[in-house]
């Protein structure tokens, strides 16, 4: 597999989940404007069967090393991302949710669906892209998200680009990342406002904004439900003083941006 099949197939599950990612990079192309991707996002648990190191291995494959790492102590998330050394490719952001920080009840039931896993799906190289890969219930995303939002979208979605993001640096026709969030939100797609509508600031090298995720239609075992599925993001990154665009993640940013699959 190539790098373009990779980011082709992830499009494709993302976009079929999130139609408004499609329709808003069309929005930017009848601009005139040609969309650069700045980074893809991923979500999972760190069991030892599918932590961080699981979903990042076909990127390893590819030439992408791991970078920073980034904590999230109130939401119980820890997160890394990786960079491959030709700038154009988007980088790659994946968090963790630590079971053991949560309570015995939540971390039973993420268990319990991990167990329902074939060995096959276990040991797919694909996993980051496979959908959800158990039945459960509404009653238990329910009581999932009373604990973690995160947990409970992951049980809901499983294994999926939960957002890519647009690089706004490479955008020619709006001069402020506010504009470009008003003319998303105007075009009809509520902004997540959690923090500010724009997340960081020149002075941290970055500066931030997403989409609530799009509702859709969600099977369960109980019943078929509408959720918060995926979203979009915009991201513009700042010279730093020793030269160069920051290429990092900023946590206070990312804690906000987390929030964008909230119900
Ligand atoms: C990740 C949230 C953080 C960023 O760019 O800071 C993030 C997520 O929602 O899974 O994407
Ligand atoms: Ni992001």
């Excluded at 998330?77 to 968090?95: G, N, Q, W």
């Excluded at 075992?221 to 020793?242: I, K, V």
Aim: overall charge negative; aromatic content about 14%; proline content about 4%.
């Amino acid at each position: 597999m190539t790098l373009d099949d990779l980011f082709s197939q992830l499009w494709q599950r993302y976009a079929a989940l999130t139609p408004q990612a499609q329709e808003i990079k069309d929005l930017f192309e009848t601009r005139g404007e040609t969309v650069v991707n700045d980074h893809v996002a991923f979500r999972t648990l760190n069991d030892h069967r599918l932590g961080i190191h699981k979903l990042a291995q076909p990127f390893l494959d590819l030439g992408y090393t791991e970078q920073d790492e980034y904590h999230f102590e109130a939401k119980k998330l820890y997160a890394k991302y990786y960079a491959h050394e030709d700038p154009l490719r988007p980088k790659v952001f994946i968090s963790e949710l630590l079971l053991e920080k949560c309570s015995d009840e939540l971390r039973h039931t993420m268990e319990c669906l991990v167990d329902t896993m074939t060995e096959d799906q276990l040991s797919d190289p694909m996993m980051l892209n496979m959908g959800r890969p158990w039945d459960t219930s509404h009653a238990d995303y329910e009581k999932l998200y009373a604990e973690s939002e995160y947990a409970a979208w992951l049980s809901a979605f499983g294994f999926c680009a939960n957002h890519f993001t647009v690089f706004f640096n490479a955008l020619k026709t709006f001069d402020e990342l506010k504009d470009l969030a008003e003319f998303v939100e105007e075009s009809g797609y509520p902004m997540n406002t959690s923090g500010g509508l724009i997340k960081g600031s020149p002075e941290v090298y970055l500066e931030q904004c997403s989409t609530m995720a799009t509702k859709v239609p969600v099977t369960f075992t109980d019943g078929t439900f509408e959720l918060p599925s995926c979203f979009y993001e915009f991201a513009r990154r700042y010279e730093m003083p020793e030269g160069g665009l920051y290429q990092g993640f900023v946590a206070a940013s990312a804690d906000k941006i987390f929030e964008s699959t909230n119900q």
